[in-house]
T-cell receptor, first 114, second 112 residues
Framework: AQSVSQHNHHVILSEAASLELGCNYS??????LFWYVQYPGQHLQLLLKYFSGDPLVKGIKGFEAEFIKSKFSFNLRKPSVQWSDTAEYFC????????????FGSGTQLTVLP | DAGVIQSPRHEVTEMGQEVTLRCKPISGHDYLFWYRQTMMRGLELLIYFNNNVPIDDSGMPEDRFSAKMPNASFSTLKIQPSEPRDSAVYFC??????????FGSGTRLTVV
């Protein structure tokens, strides 16, 4: 069975601070990894995705994530956060054994203070 | 493309009533998913379809929940009878393949 762990439940930062949200997964085979963002009261939107190739993936709004296979990690980063980045962030994966089923982590609530 | 369309956006109903949530996936997407989001459990996959056929409904909490996809452009999630613990945001998503899903705006269900 596959699983995704996000250990930071709530992160509070000031504007311009750097961000790193942790994501670890459990699955022994090939995975496709995603980060989604959910702004207050809205639906999930895709930030970035990793399928293969360069393990450093750049997404929208200045976000990037690095796939480290040896650590089963896919951490999300942004060098300088803005107040508008306040949202909940979900890491997710599709494994080679799960057809198209997207398994989500529990989410990390990011609050950016102005 | 209008994206994944869900209706209604909000639904308030009394305990015991039947509730029907609707979803129109993106044209050409072969997969359709129903998720439920609550504070306690996060995002849970309820059921998903491939080419209108239910593939995995192991996430459907009870027999009170049922989902159908009569054609490629429409799906329903029905709760009968509804209970207060069903209160949640229900998301529909569709996907053409491995490159991630597109989510609808969700239906916020409140059962009083």
């Amino acid at each position: 069975a596959q699983s995704v762990s996000q250990h930071n439940h709530h992160v509070i930062l000031s504007e311009a601070a750097s961000l790193e949200l942790g994501c670890n997964y459990s699955y022994g085979g090939t995975v496709n990894l995603f980060w989604y963002v959910q702004y207050p009261g809205q639906h999930l939107q895709l930030l970035l995705k990793y399928f293969s190739g360069d393990p450093l993936v750049k997404g929208i709004k200045g976000f990037e994530a690095e796939f480290i296979k040896s650590k089963f990690s896919f951490n999300l980063r942004k060098p300088s956060v803005q107040w508008s980045d306040t949202a909940e962030y979900f890491c997710a994966l599709i494994s080679s054994g799960s057809a198209r089923q997207l398994t989500f982590g529990s989410g990390t609530q990011l609050t950016v203070l102005p | 493309d209008a994206g994944v369309i869900q209706s209604p956006r909000h639904e308030v109903t009394e305990m015991g009533q039947e509730v029907t949530l609707r979803c129109k996936p993106i044209s050409g997407h072969d997969y359709l998913f129903w998720y439920r989001q609550t504070m306690m459990r996060g995002l849970e996959l309820l059921i998903y379809f491939n080419n209108n056929v239910p593939i995995d409904d192991s996430g459907m909490p009870e027999d009170r929940f049922s989902a159908k996809m009569p054609n490629a452009s429409f799906s329903t999630l029905k709760i009968q009878p509804s209970e207060p613990r069903d209160s949640a945001v229900y998301f529909c998503a569709s996907s053409p393949g491995f490159w991630g899903y597109t989510f609808g705006s969700g239906t916020r269900l409140t059962v009083v």
